[in-house]
């Protein structure tokens, strides 16, 4: 298990994305985000751009992210659809054919707690979309991680992670009954593990990996939610009133950026990795029996699971990505 405890960053929950970056040199960078055009992503390209990164946007509509990011000096957007296969290798050959390193990978876009859907390779919508596709993202783009030398990977993880580990037996919902809940924290539990054995597997390149849980945001991604959706997650009570412990987590969008570019950046995480980081810092492991809302349950930063995850991953994207 990775020395998964705070290291005293000197920031915390309050703290904004703007001054993690005060001070941060990022020219001659280059950096690709997932989903950079709304919510986190934006915000998240905008503190990296600002610090002088290059950098290159992932989305499904890039009109639209055109539209937002164009104002945004060195920005890209390229179209990115991870629930196709098809469009995540199209993005990835865009980039590589670029013959430039990748410092940074930030595993950003996702979807949340949506009805039973699957991709056009039978994956339930979810898994597909948060981590299937950016494994093979992640993949696609090695050559270039490699190549830069000292780069990092970022995958969005959440505290939703304590609502399922992963099934290793039936990710996809082939047999077992579907639940959104169940099926989103897997998906997040998923991308902390895969930032688990992408380390134990990349740091001899130079590549190191960490998953982060931004906090409590209010953006598009939960707008659809039903009361029976928030008491299931703890943010109200089954009589409609504010759970006081899930009000304490929420963020403004600059806070919760601020995990991101923290891991992203950091030099006090110069060689660390594996690390599942919250409020600006690595986040304590805690008891498995444990009802607070902070830190990461051990099933999410398991190496011996994380190493089954990653085999198993292999064999549902259908392609095998780094021995080890």
Known sequence: MQNQNRIGSGFGASTTAAQVMAGVNLRGRNVVVTGGHA???????????GAGASVWVGARNPARAQQILGGTESVQVLCLDLADPTSVDAFAQRFTAENLPLHLLVNNAGIMAVPFQRDAQGHEL??????LGHFRLTAQLWPALAAAKGARVVALSSGAHRLSGVDLEDPDYHRRPYDKWQAYGQSKTAAALFAVELDRRGAKEGVRAFSVHPGAIRTGLGAHLTTEDLVRIG??????K??????ALFKTVEQGAA???????????????GLYCEDCDVADLVATTSTSLRGVLPHACDPQMAHRWWERSEGLAGMPFLAG
């Open 259 to 273: 995990t991101t570019v923290w891991a992203a950046t950091s030099s006090r995480l110069q060689g660390l990795g």
């Open 126 to 131: 979810q898994l597909s979309t948060n981590y």
């Open 235 to 240: 943010a109200i009570f089954a009589d409609g």
């Open 242 to 247: 504010p759970n006081p412990a899930f009000e």
């Open 39 to 49: 919510g986190l992503g934006l915000e998240v390209v905008r503190a990296l751009a």
